[in-house]
């Protein structure tokens, strides 16, 4: 047995096998184990025995012009028939000089054998993303390999140490063709835990291995200091590995050290005892007003399609498209961080088995991911997105001043939530969807910064020195969200609106603005593919409007707003490789038009690429019309990170939200009709400190006691 074929195995054994099926079918639902086990046979038959490297598989979506017919009668409760279902795949053959990559797309219709329908190889110039198998293999290839062990052993390190080799993303910095890579961030570890943080202990060299064969390809050593190119080959003496302090994070560990956690959180339970307000009927989820379908694949992690309200129709399909992480160390290796972590690896690959009493709260429904491991096995992701209702304070309120009678309601949320980890980050995507007829997407950053070595001593202008001998180098977070709207119909247009203060001369004050308090909202519609940006300093938002229907009250097409955040954008200067492999990352808002299969704004191929992955930014340039047409919005947001020393060993998240809200869609609130909050129905108790809650009679002595009625002031 070969290296990869033995380290394949051992990776498959680890991963697990799924026999999983959806009860109920639907045309979006994500692949089953069944179909996929199905599109791998078809592969290998015409493989006829040769060595196969599976990477990924993800269900081609029905054309939209098949699809929302289909959708429609769904939702109205017609029949509807069996729509044909297509696999993708991404499959190589490996050969000792490397590997060639094929995509094949595979028909599965309900009864007989698949089929495949085509089989292209991925486009010359474009890299294949790395997979966990191919990662784990590169790193037991990089730690047995004599040259690397050498390297290290130069470094004199104590016999109780351990070397961690953490699997990268390889970046760009030529545009020239690149053989594919795995670079690699080396760490110490003083202890036999596996859970310990490495990241306290980085070492200032990068071995590249590469993709293919698992052969090293070079060396390369970091720059130590915190100005300049010297590294560790110019350092007189030895590299001061001692100054490295332990900087725990898990809980026994930090116990075992003697740091123990706080200890006066008393537990904080949610208890829904009638059980969720949520109904799920396969994948198509149905709360308050709203239904829509949940859908998961490798590379987006949560895609939610055909979104209604009240039986409207809002949003066609909404996702999380792309990210970029540049960092701002412009020294090599340093220069070519840069990581798109849904392109490069892919959300649902890296999506957490989420648990209870941990990554949510209260009554959680959870939702499976089937996919396969290396070498074509089915494979089962438990719990990757939860779903759960979450409290979130007052909806509306309105006290008559004159009687002193309050209405209040509570806002109420629906929460669909994903988690990914990727090596050293997390990410958090939560969709959220309100009770008024909104939905916001909340990205959590957290997880631990990635560290480099820097002398003691040294301070950097490129980061910030959070541990002894460690930097934390500054670097972006930049999000890409697709919005396919369907406005009450899919012909819309996207129409930016600015609030702008009038003109006013006071020695000639125009009529209209005599008092120079006047201002109007200065609309402009995007009328052909394009770009633009926020500008908080004129409240600017973009309204996703039908203008074949009329608000009957307003007057004014019906809308949803996007508000979008106003962050940073690139800062890797225009004329740089980073800027040109980020096609999103120039402006806040993109408007396209709708074509089939242009899902990712980085473009299909994000691995090494340097400017060559027909993305966002190719299909801006086309110009189509997208005036009162099927149309897309791509929304880029995210954070710059200059990191705080409060940020290791794991950094607190940082959050961010973009809202879409109903605007001129309908002709009243519609958070009017949710019921008033009452004690009778939350049954909140009085704080009593030293007591435990004891029941119902409690809350009624206690409030009894404090000049209240058990039903509080919303009787």
């Known amino acids: 047995m070969t290296f990869i074929e033995s380290t394949l195995s051992a990776v498959v054994s680890k991963l697990g096998m799924s026999s999983a099926e959806q009860s109920q079918y639907h045309p979006l639902d994500p692949l089953t184990a069944s179909e996929i086990a199905r599109s791998v046979e ?60 094929l995509v094949y797309q595979i028909s599965l219709p309900e009864n007989g054998s698949s089929q495949i329908i085509s089989a292209e190889p991925v486009p010359a110039g474009q890299h294949v993303p790395p997979d966990m198998g191919e990662m784990i293999a590169a790193e037991e290839a990089l730690l047995n390999n004599p040259t690397f062990k050498a390297a290290i052993a130069k470094l004199e390190l104590p016999s109780n140490a351990k070397v961690v080799a953490d699997g990268w993303i390889y970046g760009a910095d030529t545009l020239d063709a690149t053989p594919r890579s795995i670079p690699f961030m080396v760490y110490l570890s003083f202890s036999d835990n596996p859970d310990t943080c490495h990241y306290a202990a980085p070492l200032p ?3 590249v291995i590469s993709a293919d ?13 915190g100005k300049g190119d010297r ?39 949610v208890l829904q005892p009638e059980g969720a307000s949520f109904t799920l009927e396969g994948r198509v989820i149905r709360w308050q007003k709203w239904a829509f379908h949940i859908g998961f694949n490798y590379r987006e992690g949560i895609v939610l399609s055909d979104i209604r309200y009240d039986g409207r ?99 109420r949320i629906l929460i669909i939530q994903t988690i990914i980890t990727v090596a050293n980050y997390e990410y958090i995507f939560a969709w959220r969807f309100d009770q008024a007829a909104g939905i ?30 460690v930097l934390a180098t500054n670097h972006q977070h930049l999000f890409s969200v697709r919005i396919d709207p369907a406005i009450d119909g899919h012909n819309n247009t996207v129409v930016q609106e600015d609030s702008v203060a009038m003109p006013f001369d006071k020695a000639n004050p125009p009529l209209d603005n005599k008092w120079g308090v006047g201002y109007t909202v200065e609309k402009k519609s995007i009328t052909k593919s394009g770009w633009a940006d926020a500008a908080p300093e004129k409240n600017r938002v973009f309204k996703i409007t039908n203008p074949n229907k009329v608000n009957p009250v307003s ?32 402006h806040h808002i993109y408007v396209t038009s709708y074509k089939e299969r242009e899902l990712y704004a980085g473009g299909l191929y994000t691995n090494q690429s340097n400017g060559n992955a027909n993305g966002l930014r190719s299909w801006i340039a086309r110009e189509d019309n997208v005036d009162n047409a099927d149309l897309v919005v791509w929304h880029t947001f995210g954070l710059t990170h200059n990191p705080r020393v409060e940020d290791f060993p794991v950094m607190p998240c940082e959050t961010h939200m973009i809202h879409l809200k109903p605007n001129d869609f309908f002709t009243a609130s519609p958070a009017i009709d949710v019921p008033a909050s009452t004690q009778a129905f939350n049954q909140s108790r009085l704080h009593n400190p030293g007591q435990h809650f004891q029941g119902d009679n409690e809350i009624e002595n206690n409030a009894k006691a404090n000049g209240l009625n058990k039903q509080g002031c919303c009787a």
């Open 313 to 411: 129709t809002t949003f066609y399909r909404l996702s999380v498209s792309d990210m970029t992480v540049p960092y701002g160390d412009p020294r090599a290796p340093f220069h070519r961080k840069q990581a798109f972590d849904l392109g490069d690896i892919g959300a649902g690959l890296t999506a957490n088995e989420l648990g209870l009493g941990c990554d949510c709260l209260g009554e959680i429904a959870y939702l499976n991911f089937d996919h396969f491991s290396q070498d074509g096995s089915p494979t089962l992701q438990r719990g990757v997105v939860c779903i759960h209702e979450q409290d979130d304070g007052i909806g509306w309120k309105h006290t008559n001043f004159r009687t002193n009678k309050p209405s209040v309601t509570r806002s």
């Open 555 to 586: 007057g004014k097409n019906v809308a949803y707003k996007l508000v979008p955040a106003p962050s940073q954008l690139m800062l890797a200067h225009p004329d740089s490789i980073a800027y040109a492999r980020a096609e999103f990352g120039e």
């Open 205 to 207: 060299i990068v071995p």
């Open 213 to 225: 064969t698992f052969e090293l390809q070079r060396l390369e050593y970091c720059p130590i200091y």
């Open 42 to 101: 078809a592969i290998r038959h015409t493989a006829k025995g040769g060595r196969l490297w599976f990477k990924s598989i993800q269900l081609v979506e029905p054309p939209k012009a098949i699809l929302v017919p289909w959708l429609d009668d769904h939702a109205a409760g017609k029949t509807v028939s069996r729509l044909d279902r297509i696999a993708e795949i991404l499959v190589g053959r490996r050969h000792p000089e490397g590997a060639d990559w």
């Open 440 to 469: 916001g997407l909340e990205v959590r950053a957290t997880g631990i910064l990635s560290t480099v070595a820097i002398l003691p001593g040294e301070t950097s202008p490129y980061g910030n020195v959070v541990s002894p001998g």
């Open 231 to 269: 590294t560790l080959l110019d350092l007189e003496g030895r590299f001061p590995w001692e100054a490295y302090v332990p900087n725990e994070y898990d809980e026994k560990i930090r116990a075992t050290a003697g740091l123990s956690s706080r200890g006066d959180i008393k537990p904080y339970r």
